[in-house]
């Protein structure tokens, strides 16, 4: 059987964090890649996986290079329905100042957990670990708290 982490061609043992957005200004993917950064440092199996696409696709996977140049774990399925795509997520993200709702639902259909940040959207989604909108490292504290509970897991 293929692990969830073989099928996007990562290494067996990779955590995934997955997001979503159109790749416009403001649309969050930043903030994303953002708290990844602080992550990456004391989560070596973490890798971020972002889906969609959309006219500030390169601009931020420059952005990407430029922080992670000697360490790129960040990851892009451009082609992939996000609905489907969580199934390979271990955490999904919600960074999108507006919209993302059925992505996060989709998530949480297949048992995902779910860390976004607040919105007036979010805060109605039953299920949710919420962070401070537009704070990365407050996200990358939630997550690192979140898959350290995931890891003792039987």
């Given at each position: 059987m293929?692990?969830?982490?073989?099928r996007l061609g990562l290494p067996g043992d990779a955590q995934i964090v997955m997001a979503t957005g159109d790749y416009l200004p403001g649309d969050g993917i930043r903030?994303?890649?953002?708290?990844?950064?602080?992550?990456?440092?004391v989560a070596p199996k973490l890798h971020l996986v972002l889906v969609g696409d959309g006219p500030e696709r390169d601009r931020i996977f420059r952005m990407v290079?430029?922080?992670?140049?000697?360490?790129l774990r960040v990851h892009a399925l451009p082609d992939v329905h996000p609905l489907s795509a969580v199934?390979?997520?271990?955490?999904?993200?919600?960074?999108?100042?507006?919209?993302?709702?059925?992505?996060?639902?989709?998530?949480?259909?297949?048992?995902?957990p779910v860390l976004a940040m607040r919105t007036s959207e979010t805060e109605t989604l039953p299920?949710?670990?919420?962070t401070p909108f537009g704070d990365p490292v407050a996200l990358a504290t939630a997550t690192r708290k979140i898959l350290s509970q995931l890891a003792v897991r039987p």
């Open positions: 293929t692990t969830p982490a073989a903030l994303a890649v953002w708290a990844f950064d602080v992550l990456k440092y290079w430029a922080i992670g140049f000697d360490d199934a390979d997520a271990d955490l999904v993200w919600g960074t999108q100042p507006v919209g993302g709702i059925p992505f996060l639902q989709a998530a949480l259909n297949h048992g995902k299920g949710l670990f919420l």
